[in-house]
Structures are given as structure tokens and as C-alpha cells.
């Protein structure tokens, strides 16, 4: 931008935004100048605030802005008795969507990975451990991503829960419902078999 | 996002980016709170930065953060009396990349559209002819869009210089270097049969 060297540094770090390349970066520079400069400067604030109130909440570990997120604080879900691990807060997002799980969760904030020294800390597996032995859990859904990592986790968390004498499930793997056979991957259809249930 | 209400705000404000719905958005903001809230910072600063600072040339209109552009202020182009005329920064931008005009510009900030209110003064007309008549300008070169707004923002233009004696000409249209024949639109293949040079 031989033009501007302020309007070069802003698209330059609009590239840290992911998918977003230098021709994006620029569009969105050109368009927020143009037409939008209200927009930009609530999202410079909102960015600043975003990153500098948001953290992890205590007890479950998704972002939050409180010392505990919504979904902690919330009684009935305490009372439910049912511990939901998801591998992160967009897991979380996905199953509230739902509307049909109403217990709390716990956020790994990845998956156990050992080649990149992600152990069973660097996963919060001992506060997860802590809460086990402060009790009030009665099931243990595992709900990480169906790969061998997330598979993995699922294992040796179950293992834990058998420690603790928590009832650990594993969510079901099959075929997506909406979903043509012909185009579910043989994993996916070996899954769907080995989990039919009777009619 | 039950957990966290700034977090939703958040992804709310990253949807002002053009091309970006609530989904990049939620992928956007996740990315950075779990992986470059550096880059936010940076990206939160830059765009208060250039929503602040970044108006347009007082010559040329286009975007800059002084009060000429550097394009304005080169003494080679003021000298080449070439005056290249285009619809938005963006233009200027493609052109200077090809690395092959050595000229000024001026850039209208859209084209004329009677409908929509926009007429000669709104895309900066008067101050063009106070141009022409500071003298200096051997030729404009028309490169506004080739759609009907274009062309006739274009056409209006010239019989401007006309009345300043000041040579017009527009860009060639035709087919693209590199396209396929029997993929071109049949006004382009008009516009390149009629715009033929002999060899
Ligand atoms: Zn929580
Ligand atoms: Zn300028």
C-alpha cells in the first residue's frame, strides 16, 4: 500500500483473524473505511475488553468473564448430577445448542497428545480429580471428538471415573442422522453397526 | 453463548467484518481468546488507530493518514501530467501493483448514480475541473468500472476535459490475458472485437 502505511499495518493484522488472507484483509480494511467506521471502532473495544476480562472459569474451565461461567452457577444443573468433557468452549456452544443436556460440563481445553507434551495436567485431569473426590457426580458423559486423540482421552478419563467410582458413557458414534449412507466413511459405518440398538 | 455474554458480544461485533457470519465469527473469536490474544490486542489498537487517522488525500481522495498521500507527493508523477481517474482506493491499489503507471490519481468514491442522490459533487467533480484548471494535466485516463454506472461516469468525465482541453482516454476492455474465448461474456467479446488493434 504504497498510499497508506497505517492502512498497510491495519490489513496486515487483520491476517491474524483465521481464514483470513492478505486479499480478505484487505477487503475488510477498504469496507470498514468506507462504510463502517462505527463498526470498527466497537470492535477495537470489543477485542480489548473481550481479551482482557475473558478467562477461564474455575470450575469448568470454558471462557468466561466471571470468576464461574452461567452454566456453573446454575443450580438445577449442579443438581443434575451429570458431568459433561468436552476437548473445548465450542464443544460446549454445540451440545447448549441442542437444548436436550441439561447437566454441567468440563472443558479439557485440548486432548491428551503426548508426542506434544500435552500429559493429563496440561488437561486439568487433576482438578478434574478434585472434583471427583468432592463428590455430587454421578455420571461421567465423555463426549471428546471421535479421532484417535479424543478416543484416547475418553479411555484414560473413564479410567479415572473407575478410580473414583463415577459411572462414565461414552456419547454414540453412527451415522448422522440426515445422512445417505453411501457417503459415511467405513469407520463411521463400522461404528453405526457395532452400536445398533434393538427396535 | 449461555457461558459468557462478552464473548457474544464479541462474536456479534466480528460479524461488522464484511464476508463474516455468526459462525467465522464464533470461530474468529475462539481463535483468539484460546490462541493469539496478542493479535486481538494488536488488531483492537490498529483499528482504533486507523479509524482515527486514516481520511482521505486532500488531492486525490484516496485513503491516507497525511494530508497528501505519498502517490501526491512524488515530484516524478505531479511531473508525468497523467491523471488516472478511478471508482475507490481499492483501484489504485490493483493498479499500482501492476508496477506499469507513473502517474497521478484521483478517485471518485464511487461513480455517478442519479437514482441513489449521487451527482458530480458527491464524487468530487468540482474539485477534478478545479484540478483541470490549476493546469499541470495532459491526459486523464478513465479507469472507472466497466458496468453502465461506470461508463457513464466515464462519459461524463470526458466532455469535462473536453471543456478543459484536456486530453480523455479509457481503458481497453477486452478479454482478459489468459481467459478462454468461449468463457468470456458476449459484451466483453463485443467490446474486444470493436477495441481490435492492428498487428
Ligand atoms: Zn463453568
Ligand atoms: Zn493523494
Redesign the interface.
Known sequence: ???????N??I???T????VGNK?A?????????R??K?????????????E??HH?KRCR????DEL???CRHPEREASGLLCIVE???D??AI?QTLSYKGQYFVL?GHLSPIDGVGPEEIGLNELETRFSAGGIDEVILATNPTVEGEATAHYIAQLCAAHNVEASRIAHGVPVGGELEYIDGNTLTHAFSGRRKL
Request: aromatic share 6%; charged share 15%.
Open positions: 500500500m504504497k498510499f497508506s502505511p497505517l492502512l499495518e491495519l496486515q493484522a487483520l491474524c483473524l483465521p481464514g480478505s484487505q477487503r475488510m480494511a477498504f469496507h470498514l473505511l468506507e463502517n467506521r463498526g470498527a471502532i466497537d470492535l477495537s473495544n470489543m477485542l480489548h475488553n473481550a481479551m476480562h475473558i472459569c470454558t471462557f468466561t468473564e461461567c452461567e452454566i473445548s468452549p465450542q460446549v456452544l447448549e481445553m
